[in-house]
């Protein structure tokens, strides 16, 4: 399902996982992304400085 997210697969797998997916999905899926991106710069900031 990620890579479907992402764009990164054939077109005949992305409509297969595309019909499967929901808006709530989406939604938390984008919001763990964020996260865990902010912990990501958190933590590349606290080992720089």
């Known amino acids: 399902m990620a890579w479907a ?5 054939k077109g005949s797998e ?3 996982d595309s ?3 929901t808006p709530l ?3 938390s899926v ?9 912990l990501l ?5 606290n080992w720089v400085v």
Do not use: D, E, K
């Open 5 to 9: 997210f992402l764009g990164v697969r």
């Open 14 to 16: 992305w409509r297969s």
């Open 19 to 21: 019909a499967q997916m």
């Open 25 to 27: 999905l989406v939604v």
């Open 30 to 38: 984008g919001l763990v992304a964020i996260f865990v991106f902010v």
């Open 41 to 45: 710069l958190i933590g590349i900031v």
